[in-house]
């Protein structure tokens, strides 16, 4: 799955490209409110167009569940996406997507002109894989790249079912960083491995857990599914968030890193309050206990000081460290401190920083640590299924090198 060709393998001028990006962008009364996903496309569209190819991107957007939704359409990218690239990106509106509209749009095309498909979405096909649009997207083009990773874990029209019926599918940029830097940390990391699991709940993260334990060195846990590891140890953990499900679970991995000479870290102390706050970032009175001193009315926010401490001492010495999951309810500045002490740490390493998408991407950024990662992953879900160890259907479609 690491060995794919990529655009620098191909020559694409004069020829038809379709490129299936990320452009899943936040939307507020038609305008973009978040404009990361179209940056990070750029790289692969600007060097297609320098080669003379005729690139013809798609794109979903939200969830409109198989029919039009003029709130979801595209056509706020390709204006967006124009004033980025300094030329014309020209919409090809048609409801059912591969259309009379992009049919024409796309006959009539020059090298090194651009046009933008109308949201996948929109065929009620895409999520199913199903055939006929399948067919109808490789009607349009002689090559296929995908250079959206955060669908890479979905097996859809615009990124696998396509691939079926066009000979050369290749990766973009963005999509051959995602499988460098995820694939090869997990795969072949420099040592010493350092992997970091937060976020609510353990249920998440089963198979990374036990994935990353037979890849790492050491394995930290924070954030809400720390207090069902605490709790399987046989600590008190008050009113914390807790799986109890997954006790057994999370004995089984205590004892897996003992067997394989791993080292796990859990909190030694926890910061806590009577509850939530509400609203999230509300003022919120709290205090640092040790981890088996949680008393029954109170809940663990976040780690507490001496935790944090540990874990950067444990990320200081670190060669390769990923990070999947803050380390507490880093929405509220009062117990986002366990959160901004891991990301401070691996900003001050030298090691290879990864940040696995989701709510560690927004929590690095929104902290201001954001440009001092090595990579921060675009994909959520599809970048917790890499470091499961799974296949991704949208990297394993793309030609082997």
Same mark, same amino acid.
């Given at each position: ?15 038809k ?16 409110t ?23 991107l798609?794109?979903h957007?939200?969830?409109p ?21 300094g ?26 002109e651009?046009v ?75 040592? +010493? ?12 993260k ?12 050491t ?6 599914m720390?207090?069902?590891?605490l709790k399987?140890q046989?600590k ?7 799986d ?11 004892e ?32 640092v206990? +040790?981890s ?6 109170m ?15 444990a990320v ?9 999951? +803050?380390?507490?309810?880093f ?5 986002a ?22 709510d ?20 959520g ?21």
């Amino acid at each position: 799955m690491l060995n794919k060709k990529s655009v620098d393998d191909i020559n694409v001028k004069g020829l038809k490209v379709l490129v299936r990006c990320d452009f899943n962008v936040p939307l507020k009364d038609g305008k973009i409110t978040d404009e990361n996903r179209l940056v990070a496309a750029l790289p692969t569209i600007k060097k297609l167009i320098a080669d003379g190819g005729k690139i013809i991107l798609c794109s979903h957007l939200g969830k409109p569940k198989g029919e039009p939704k003029p709130e979801l359409s595209l056509a706020p990218v390709a204006v967006r996406l124009s004033e980025l690239l300094g030329q014309e990106v020209k919409f090809a509106a048609d409801d059912n997507v591969v259309g009379d509209n992009a049919k024409a749009a796309v006959a009539a095309m020059k090298d090194g002109e651009v046009v933008l498909l109308e949201n996948t979405r929109y065929r009620i096909e895409e999520t199913k894989n199903g055939e006929a649009f399948s067919k109808d997207l490789a009607s349009l083009c002689d090559v296929f790249v995908n250079d959206a990773f955060g669908t890479a874990h979905r097996a859809h029209c615009s990124n696998v079912g396509v691939t079926e019926y066009v000979d050369t599918a290749v990766v973009g940029y963005l999509m051959q960083k995602e499988i460098d830097f995820l694939g090869n940390a997990v795969e072949k990391p420099v040592r +010493p491995f350092v992997a970091i699991l937060g976020g609510a709940k353990v249920a998440d993260k089963l198979n990374v857990i036990s994935n990353l334990l037979e890849k790492c060195d050491t394995l930290i846990i924070g954030g809400g599914m720390a207090y069902t590891f605490l709790k399987a140890q046989g600590k008190e953990i008050g009113t914390s968030l807790v799986d109890d499900t997954k006790l057994d679970y999370c004995k089984e991995m205590i004892e897996k890193a003992e067997s394989l000479g791993k080292k796990l870290l859990l909190p030694i102390d926890t910061t806590i309050a009577k509850e939530f706050p509400n609203p999230i970032d509300a003022e919120i009175e709290v205090s640092v206990v +040790p981890s088996d001193a949680i008393p029954s009315d109170m809940m663990g926010l976040d780690i507490g000081t001496e935790t944090a401490k540990a874990y950067a001492e444990a990320v200081a010495s670190a060669k390769t460290v990923v990070w999947n999951g +803050p380390m507490g309810v880093f929405e509220n500045p009062i117990l986002a401190k366990g959160t901004i002490a891991v990301a401070k740490a691996l900003a001050d390493t030298e090691a290879t920083t990864i940040i696995g998408g989701g709510d560690s991407a927004a929590a690095v950024n929104q902290l201001g640590f954001g440009d001092q990662m090595s990579h921060i992953s675009t994909g959520g879900g599809a970048s917790l299924e890499f470091l499961e160890g799974k296949e991704l259907p949208g990297v394993a479609a793309a030609n082997d090198k």
